[in-house]
């Protein structure tokens, strides 16, 4: 399963974009991108996710690299209650584990 | 509203203990997982099942074991329970098997167990 690297922590200013860079240079292929959050102690929360193509939703936007070997989650307008840890996970081709890593911590401050 | 319930929320008990942690989803989904969280370890996979009878260890598994006798319920049980399975526990359930995009997991909202 290919390995995610995040950054730590990340601060992003109310009402800005916050743009939450991932690597993941030893994707295979047929592996999906995902991206989930944890606010607090709840349970992670689904974002969105992508193979080859830019995605977006309702919550936010996904952008990957023509080689793949990196992704940004965009959330366009960040609000304090964005404040949460990010985690990007790889997706094992033809099996739902998902492998979580340290994550990024988004403060979103006023 | 379909959903995945997670009980008891909060247990302390005692080492040596039998502890069971149960797991209840009512999206039909085939696939159910328990994960644990401790601090600087992110979430990490104990065990998982893809569907009745079938049950699988993650990477950490072992004091651990699951039973899978219907679609809804995946328990987790702590044979001998050890302070060092102090934790959040997160069970989650996805509703296929490797078909692309259609493979996300919803995560209950946890039980936090406390063994002491």
């Known amino acids: 399963d290919a390995k995610t690297t995040q950054p730590t922590s990340m601060d992003c200013a109310e009402g800005r974009a916050a743009n939450l860079p991932c690597n993941h240079s030893t994707i295979s292929g047929n592996e999906y991108v995902y991206w989930y959050r944890q606010i607090h102690s709840q349970g992670p929360q689904y974002i969105i996710h992508g193979l080859k193509n830019n995605e977006t939703n309702e919550m936010a936007s996904l952008i990957i690299t023509e080689d793949r070997k990196s992704s940004t989650l965009i959330l366009p307008h960040a609000t304090l209650r964005d404040t949460a840890v990010y985690y990007c996970i790889v997706r094992a081709y033809n099996f739902n584990k998902f492998y979580f890593g340290s994550g990024t911590k988004l403060n979103v401050k006023p | 509203d379909a959903e995945i319930t997670q009980s008891p929320r909060h247990k302390i008990t005692e080492t040596g203990r039998q502890v069971t942690l149960a797991c209840h989803q009512t999206?039909?989904?085939?696939?159910m997982f328990w994960y644990r969280q401790d601090l600087g370890h992110g979430l990490r996979l104990i065990h998982y099942s893809y569907g009745v009878q079938d049950t699988n260890k993650g990477e950490v598994s072992d004091g651990y074991s699951v039973s899978r006798s219907n679609t809804e319920d995946l328990p987790l049980t702590l044979e001998s329970a050890a302070s060092s399975q102090t934790s959040v526990y997160f069970c989650?359930?996805?509703?296929?098997?490797?078909?692309?995009?259609?493979?996300?997991?919803?995560f209950g909202p946890g039980t936090r167990l406390t063994v002491l």
């Open positions: 999206w039909n989904h085939n696939n």
């Open positions: 989650a359930s996805s509703g296929d098997r490797g078909r692309s995009g259609a493979d996300t997991q919803y």
